[in-house]
């Protein structure tokens, strides 16, 4: 899939920004809609040239327009089209009366439309003006179009999808492809919404990249451009403690195999020493299973102070496997000054009074990670999961802004947030990603990125993509041991490509 111009993404309302910079730079904006109509005619035909007739559905703004104009431009072509329009046509403003003259052909109420077999439905009632939920009436066409099996190629987005959040607002389409324009939305790369896309196409429309760079936010495509400048080069001369000494803390002897996966992977993302901080009654267990991690008996509060000024120690993964309670909150209080990745029981040992950890890791430059599930998220921050109005990505943001932390809020679609206001999406997570043992794998890559020196937010965002990647290398039926087996590989593969 293309996108331009880079990963930014925009919201409706950035793009409705953009729209106005350029027609304020003297950029004609019909001339951007007839561009965004011409697109949507090509994809038509270039995705269903089997069609037997393009059904065009039009709402009541410019969505309509690039329908109507699609219309004309697969009229001219040969194509069998009918337009069934939302509201009336004689009520719209602007470029989209502008683009229903230049259809110029017989419009039917949207209501009548009945879909047939061989019809490809081309939905252009709302995109990125979606104000409110659907009504009855227009769900009752989504349905039709469903139960009917017709494919739909949806403009700028499946109607009824939030660009924002990806939420569909009473109902929505689900389409076979959507085509948008100069860059994607996030309601296009989070869930539900990336499902009802279909196959997403980027079409340029003429909008300079200086513009969308100019009315973008915060919210981008996770990817190496947001954190490759900071990764370290691995050269022959790099001292293993260029590469930093991540230390992961073990649970009770039941209980290691979890903090062993965050250390392995630790390892093969590029730190130069792991170490395993065991408690007494586990260091038989760990030292059977390890060797190129180093292991050190870490019990008490005492041990692990002496421990902290006596090692040269650059990072620390506290969670996978490590059970609930003081002995892990006590734990972190000591670690508030150093770079910390905390994780599933880790987080969750702060629950009943989550504004402990947050004070604690208040000074200074972002320095902890916490990696929630939604079941944890909501554990930390009861209030934020719970608004239903905000976004996944809004939610992330407040809970970083919170926290003093890196958030990465993770699902299908994790989302990573940094109090600084940059938000990222991950879209390169397989499915099979959601297997046991994997989360604790990702805790050990992202431990490993602050062990080499990444900021939080850059080492979060690069340890979820390169997760990813190994999980593509390890393919459907890995294990988390086969995971973080080619994080190794998938880091030669990202180093090579800088
Ligand atoms: N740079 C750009 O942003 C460009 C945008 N274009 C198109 O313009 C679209 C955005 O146009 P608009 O801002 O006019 O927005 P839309 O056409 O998406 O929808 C706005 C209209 O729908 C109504 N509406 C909103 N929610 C409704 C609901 N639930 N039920 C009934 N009516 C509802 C609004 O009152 C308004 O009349 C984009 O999605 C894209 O397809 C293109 O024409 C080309 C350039
Ligand atoms: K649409």
């Not at 324009?181 to 980027?202: A, N, Q």
């Not at 050269?235 to 392995?264: C, M, N, P, Q």
């Not at 390890?290 to 620390?316: I, Q």
Request: net charge negative; glycine share 12%; hydrophobic share 45%.
């Amino acid at each position: 899939m293309a996108y331009l111009p880079s990963n930014i993404l925009l919201t409706p309302e950035e793009m409705a920004r953009a729209d106005r910079m350029s027609a304020e730079s003297g950029i004609p904006s019909f001339g951007l809609m007839r561009r965004a109509g011409y697109a949507v005619a090509a994809t038509a035909l270039s995705h269903f040239p089997a069609a037997v007739r393009f059904a065009v559905l039009c709402g009541p703004g410019n969505n309509g327009g690039d329908g109507y104009v699609a219309a004309r431009q697969l009229a001219d072509g040969g194509a069998e089209i009918s337009v069934h329009a939302l509201g009336d046509p004689d009520d719209l403003k602007g470029d989209a009366a502008l683009a229903f003259q230049l259809w110029g052909g017989s419009v039917a109420p949207l209501r009548e439309f009945q879909p047939q077999p061989g019809d490809v439905v081309i939905d252009a009632l709302f995109g990125a003006g979606l104000s409110r939920k659907v009504s009855d009436e227009i769900a009752g066409v989504i349905s039709s179009v469903e139960r009917a099996g017709v494919p739909v190629l949806a403009v700028d987005l499946p109607s009824g999808v939030d660009g924002r959040s990806g939420k569909p607002l009473g109902a929505a389409f689900k389409a076979h492809c959507t085509i948008t324009f100069m860059t994607r939305k996030p309601g296009h790369l989070l869930l539900p919404g990336k499902s009802l896309c279909g196959d997403i196409e980027v079409a340029d429309i003429g909008i300079p990249r200086r513009i969308i760079e100019a009315a973008g936010g915060s919210i981008s495509e996770n990817g190496p451009p947001i954190w490759s400048a900071h990764l370290p080069f691995v050269g022959a001369d790099s001292h293993k403690y260029r590469r930093g000494h991540l230390a992961v803390f073990s649970g009770e002897t039941s209980k290691t195999g979890a903090a062993r996966l965050s250390a392995i992977a630790g390892l093969k993302t590029g730190a130069g020493l792991v170490t395993l901080a065991s408690p007494e009654d586990a260091m038989a267990a760990n030292a059977a299973q390890l060797t190129a991690v180093m292991l050190k008996k870490v019990d008490t509060n005492a041990e692990l102070s002496d421990w902290l000024e006596n090692a040269k120690l650059s990072a620390f993964v506290l969670g996978p496997g490590f059970g609930v309670g003081s002995r892990a909150r006590d734990f972190v209080l000591a670690l508030k000054d150093s770079p910390l990745v905390l994780d599933a029981d880790g987080i969750t040992s702060f629950r009943d009074d989550p504004a402990i950890l947050f004070d604690a890791f208040e000074d200074g430059e972002t320095h902890l990670v916490l990696t929630p599930h939604d079941g944890e998220f909501g554990r930390l921050f009861p209030d934020i999961a719970a608004d239903e109005t905000l976004s996944k990505p809004d939610k992330a943001l407040k809970a970083a802004r919170r926290a003093h932390a890196a958030i990465v809020y993770k699902g299908a679609d994790t989302v990573i947030a940094s109090p600084d206001g940059r938000v990222a999406i991950n879209t390169n997570g397989p499915p099979w990603l959601a297997t046991a043992g994997s989360g604790d794998v990702l805790a050990g890559m992202i431990g490993a990125f602050l062990a080499q020196g990444l900021p939080a937010f850059e080492a979060a965002a690069a340890g979820v993509y390169l997760h990813g990647e190994a999980a593509g290398l390890a393919g459907p039926y890995m294990t988390a041991e086969d995971l973080a087996g080619q994080a190794g590989h998938a880091m030669a593969d990202l180093v090579a490509r800088f």
